[in-house]
């Protein structure tokens, strides 16, 4: 009966979840962020922290949106956990210093006691990025408790075994000789009028959608939903970053992977045009071939895209549906786009995108 359910309400499920995710407002937006960016400037250790990148050689990495849960039908972290906890054993040993971009529980869906019973692994492996004074862990809209709960403070430090303070933002300084360069990291819900402390949507997730999405068992976070087409609200997040001089923008929250203001179909999409260009056809059919099931947006794609600044990056997610999950890498000078999937049972690394530091800011 389930599949039959699956079946029947899939496209609908996966239209609304598109539909009512969010509704951005510009102006909003641009106010939050500025007023953020401003106080963690102004005012460190309140609201966000400035943290050198040389405290930590250069090293990052920015994962965001586990939506970690009770490992129920209507928990998106369950696939992703195994790539999950191999990334975080790298990062740990090779030194990272590890921001948590928010969204980080699921806590809309869930009590916290449901989230900590069931992810003590997961716990333990962020632990020992704490223990190492190398980890800062953001809040977004879907764990906002972090941030206006009185006993939140305690909560951290019984799940993290040692005291933790949670941020709204955090900003990364590097020093690259002739110029310094700000990367300014939050998780992206600010001014998101659905999104943002708004009562209703909690209500309608935690009474409705969660118990509804848990008997179909139906991920809405597929990368084919997530990569292709740009939302407004990075459309916005790109804008605002395009306005800052010498300042780069990471957010999450949109669970769409965006790498020097594109996406994965506008990179593609660039790569073509420059193996045309190049009478390069092995590589003109390899890209076709991965845009198959896509080539219609590929065809119709906004030629706009080629004006963009790189100056705007989002983390993806960890929780896509097929087990993978994407991040943001900052080191030696790079910073880089890197998906973490499974190959024969085993988890790796791939490198999707990368770019030199001195070549954002503009």
């Given at each position: 009966?389930?599949?039959?359910?699956?079946?029947?309400?899939?496209?609908?499920?996966?239209?609304?979840?598109?539909?009512?995710d969010?509704?951005?407002?510009?102006?909003?937006?641009?106010?939050?962020?500025?007023?953020?960016?401003?106080?963690?400037?102004?005012?460190?250790?309140?609201?966000?922290?400035?943290?050198?990148?040389?405290?930590?050689?250069?090293?990052?990495?920015?994962?965001?949106?586990?939506?970690?849960?009770?490992?129920?039908?209507?928990?998106?972290?369950?696939?992703?956990?195994?790539?999950y906890?191999?990334?975080?054993?790298?990062?740990?040993?090779?030194?990272?210093?590890?921001?948590?971009?928010?969204?980080?529980?699921?806590?809309?869906?869930?009590?916290?006691?449901?989230?900590?019973?069931?992810?003590?692994?997961?716990?333990?492996?962020?632990?020992?990025?704490?223990?190492?004074?190398?980890y800062?862990?953001?809040?977004?809209?879907h764990?906002?408790?972090?941030?206006?709960?009185?006993?939140?403070?305690?909560?951290?430090?019984?799940?993290?075994?040692?005291?933790?303070?949670?941020?709204?933002?955090?900003?990364?300084?590097?020093?690259?000789?002739?110029k310094?360069?700000?990367?300014?990291?939050?998780?992206?819900?600010?001014?998101?009028?659905?999104?943002?402390?708004?009562?209703?949507?909690?209500?309608?997730?935690?009474?409705?959608?969660?118990?509804?999405?848990?008997?179909?068992?139906?991920?809405?976070?597929?990368?084919?939903?997530?990569?292709?087409k740009?939302?407004?609200?990075?459309?916005?997040?790109?804008e605002?970053?395009?306005?800052?001089?010498?300042?780069?923008?990471?957010?999450?929250?949109?669970?769409?992977?965006?790498?020097?203001?594109?996406?994965?179909?506008?990179?593609?999409?660039?790569q073509?045009?420059?193996?045309?260009?190049?009478?390069?056809?092995?590589?003109?059919?390899?890209?076709?071939?991965?845009?198959?099931?896509?080539?219609?947006?590929?065809?119709?794609?906004?030629?706009?895209?080629?004006?963009?600044?790189?100056?705007?990056?989002?983390?993806?997610?960890?929780?896509?549906?097929d087990?993978?999950?994407t991040?943001?890498?900052i080191?030696?000078?790079?910073?880089?786009?890197?998906?973490?999937?499974?190959?024969e049972?085993?988890?790796?690394?791939?490198?999707?995108e990368?770019?030199?530091?001195?070549?954002?800011?503009?």
């Amino acid at each position: 009966m389930r599949k039959f359910f699956q079946y029947l309400f899939r496209r609908p499920v996966l239209w609304l979840s598109y539909k009512f995710d969010s509704k951005p407002d510009k102006e909003r937006i641009y106010n939050a962020l500025t007023e953020l960016f401003n106080k963690i400037i102004e005012d460190p250790g309140k609201k966000g922290l400035v943290i050198p990148a040389a405290d930590y050689a250069g090293k990052f990495i920015i994962f965001s949106d586990q939506h970690k849960g009770r490992r129920n039908g209507a928990d998106d972290f369950t696939n992703a956990e195994p790539n999950y906890l191999a990334a975080l054993d790298h990062y740990y040993k090779n030194d990272f210093c590890f921001i948590n971009l928010g969204d980080c529980e699921e806590l809309w869906e869930n009590t916290l006691p449901q989230v900590k019973k069931h992810n003590v692994n997961v716990f333990a492996a962020e632990k020992l990025f704490l223990l190492k004074n190398a980890y800062y862990k953001i809040f977004g809209n879907h764990d906002l408790y972090w941030a206006n709960d009185p006993l939140a403070a305690i909560e951290l430090e019984t799940v993290y075994g040692e005291k933790l303070k949670i941020y709204e933002g955090a900003i990364i300084t590097i020093d690259l000789g002739e110029k310094s360069l700000q990367i300014f990291c939050t998780h992206g819900h600010q001014g998101d009028a659905r999104s943002d402390g708004n009562w209703f949507t909690k209500f309608f997730v935690a009474r409705i959608w969660a118990p509804f999405q848990a008997y179909l068992r139906i991920n809405t976070n597929e990368p084919s939903n997530n990569e292709y087409k740009k939302t407004v609200h990075n459309e916005i997040m790109y804008e605002w970053a395009s306005t800052q001089k010498n300042t780069a923008l990471i957010t999450g929250h949109t669970h769409q992977p965006v790498f020097e203001s594109l996406t994965h179909i506008e990179r593609l999409n660039r790569q073509w045009f420059y193996a045309k260009e190049k009478n390069d056809q092995d590589t003109v059919n390899k890209i076709y071939d991965e845009v198959k099931l896509y080539r219609n947006r590929f065809d119709t794609i906004e030629l706009d895209y080629a004006k963009y600044s790189p100056n705007y990056f989002n983390t993806g997610c960890c929780c896509f549906s097929d087990g993978d999950i994407t991040g943001i890498e900052i080191e030696d000078g790079f910073i880089r786009l890197i998906k973490w999937e499974q190959d024969e049972g085993q988890s790796k690394r791939i490198l999707l995108e990368e770019k030199a530091l001195s070549e954002l800011g503009s």
